[in-house]
């Protein structure tokens, strides 16, 4: 079945079961969504077919899952919140992005990790306009507005506004200069060399 009659017949049959979603949004095909009243999805927002959107309280908390306006999420990207995931306005995800704010425990090592319970990390915040490339990981941690996260990056830490992180844990390699208003190497890194936007 084309992806467009799916997506229209998938809205139409669920769009009341969500808890918010806005105008012109299209959400293609997904894979599963589980714990639908707790979604809201933005105006004009995109999910790309294959996705698994989840908010389910299973640490005791209330769960969350806040996809704002304009953001496009990528293929197959899977978004587990047990306590709160919120992507802000205009983010954009490629393909095989995993965002949580949960863990599976494993310290009883007499259990089988399935078997045990899941814990709650931080609340998850990617920031406004920011692009997390082809299969990034984001576990308990936030991103702030405008960073690019390279492809298969893990973040575990908060990422501060204006950064370029890489790498598995991901490392902030650019911070954006807002005097010289330019993308530079972070000092700490021993860096001078400038990176003009679009020049
Ligand atoms: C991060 C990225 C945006 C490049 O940003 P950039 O500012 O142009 O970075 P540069 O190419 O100058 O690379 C800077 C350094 O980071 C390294 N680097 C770049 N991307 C990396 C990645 N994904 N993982 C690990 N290291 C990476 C480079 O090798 C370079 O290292 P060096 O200084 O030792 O030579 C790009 O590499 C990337 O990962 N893009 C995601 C692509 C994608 O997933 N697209 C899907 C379409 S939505």
């Not at 047990?82 to 009883?108: F, P, Q, R």
């Not at 984001?138 to 690019?148: E, L, M, P, T, Y």
């Not at 972070?186 to 679009?198: I, K, T, V, W």
Request: proline share 5%.
């Amino acid at each position: 079945m084309p992806s467009t009659i799916w997506q229209n017949r998938f809205l139409l049959l669920n769009r009341y079961r969500f808890k918010n979603v806005g105008k012109g949004a299209r959400i293609y095909n997904p894979l599963r969504i589980d714990g639908i009243s707790r979604i809201s999805i933005g105006d004009h927002t995109i999910v790309s077919e294959g996705t698994w959107l989840a908010a389910m309280p299973l640490t005791g908390k209330d769960a969350q899952l806040v996809i704002s306006d304009g953001v496009c999420l990528g293929h197959f990207n899977h978004i587990y919140a047990t306590g709160s995931i919120v992507i802000e306005n205009n983010v954009l995800t490629a393909d095989k992005v995993y965002i949580s704010d949960n863990l599976h425990s494993y310290e009883d090592v007499n259990l089988p990790v399935i078997q045990q319970p899941i814990k709650q990390c931080k609340p998850v915040v990617i920031g406004e306009g920011s692009w997390l490339g082809e299969n990034v990981c984001v576990i308990g941690a936030s991103i702030g507005k405008h960073c690019v996260i390279g492809a298969n990056a893990v973040v575990t830490k908060d990422i501060p506004d204006y950064s370029v992180a890489v790498g598995a844990p991901a490392r902030v390699i650019k911070k954006y200069n807002v005097i010289e208003k330019s993308w530079a190497i972070p000092s700490e890194l021993g860096g001078a060399r400038f990176f003009s936007l679009c020049a």
